[in-house]
């Protein structure tokens, strides 16, 4: 639930935006993570899920941020908020576009694994959108 925090102290005209971010922009978007690490660190209570929300957009293959971790270096939970976000976002109507379908998504997942997700976590992922596919249309139709 905390892991776009930081969100706050982006500007809603960036986070509202219905075209393309401009590369100031996107700059700023990905301030995010550091932002909500900064908001949380002041309570005890939330210390063990900092990690993960400072983590979530790191990459698997080092190109994420923002302190371009990869591989195990990338805190475990926050490799499998990354998958989680990614699938929220493919699968949730934009300001800027649709949903994507499941086979698009699916695809994406797979495109993705190794670079970046997390290649173990991402093959479980896949595993369960394959078989499982039906429940989880049931689950998201219920929280609609």
Do not use: W
């Amino acid at each position: 639930m905390f892991h776009d925090i930081g969100k706050i102290g982006v500007p809603d005209s960036i986070l509202l935006k219905e075209s393309k971010l401009t590369d100031d922009e996107y700059s700023e978007i990905k301030n995010h993570p550091s932002i909500g690490a900064h908001i949380l660190s002041s309570a005890s209570i939330f210390q063990d899920i900092i990690p993960i929300v400072k983590h979530h957009h790191e990459k698997y293959d080092g190109y994420g941020y923002p302190s371009r971790l990869a591989g195990q270096d990338i805190p475990y939970f926050a490799r499998i908020t990354a998958i989680a976000d990614s699938f929220d976002a493919m699968t949730s109507r934009r300001t800027y576009r649709d949903s994507l379908s499941m086979d698009i998504v699916i695809e994406e997942f797979e495109r993705c694994k190794g670079t970046q997700f997390d290649p173990e976590l991402a093959d479980l992922f896949l595993d369960l959108l394959k078989n499982h596919l039906d429940e989880i249309q049931e689950i998201q139709e219920k929280y609609k």
